[in-house]
């Protein structure tokens, strides 16, 4: 067993502090349905507005949440020294991290483009 614990611990520390962001992220999730909700009953378009500037905001944060995972995927698949079995399992997460931030980067631009609210867009 190869593993810095220190900066383990480090990282783990910051993925307690992006699980309490995920809460508010969550949180602002239910209220952007309920913004969307209303303007699709009544034709609000503050409603319209607002739902949109949230989800904006939301994924913006979530792509500097992973980008971190991305940043930390890269290192740990830059590191030389490791078995086969660890190489292979650096391999994907490196693929799953970056489908990630691209997931994060794409639904940020339908948000940006799509004015009629037409796509349903998701945090996962």
């Known amino acids: 067993m190869n593993i810095n614990i220190p900066k383990?611990?480090?990282q783990i520390e910051t993925e307690n502090?992006?699980?309490?962001?995920?809460?508010?992220?969550?949180?602002f999730s239910f209220y952007?349905?309920?913004?969307?909700?209303?303007y699709f009953l009544t034709?609000?378009?503050i409603s319209k507005n607002k739902y949109k500037e949230i989800n904006i905001m939301i994924f913006s944060i979530l792509i500097i949440i992973?980008?971190?995972?991305?940043?930390?995927a890269i290192e740990s698949f830059c590191q030389k020294e490791k078995t086969?079995?660890?190489a292979s399992f650096d391999t994907?997460?490196?693929i799953a991290s970056s489908a990630v931030l691209l997931s994060g980067f794409i639904f940020l631009y339908i948000l940006?483009?799509?004015d009629n609210l037409e796509e349903e867009i998701a945090f996962n």
């Open 8 to 10: 383990r611990l480090k």
């Open 17 to 27: 502090f992006i699980w309490i962001i995920y809460l508010f992220i969550i949180g």
């Open 32 to 38: 952007a349905n309920s913004l969307e909700k209303d």
């Open 43 to 45: 034709q609000n378009r």
């Open 66 to 72: 992973y980008s971190y995972f991305e940043r930390d």
């Open 84 to 86: 086969k079995k660890q």
């Open 92 to 94: 994907l997460i490196l």
């Open 112 to 114: 940006l483009k799509d």
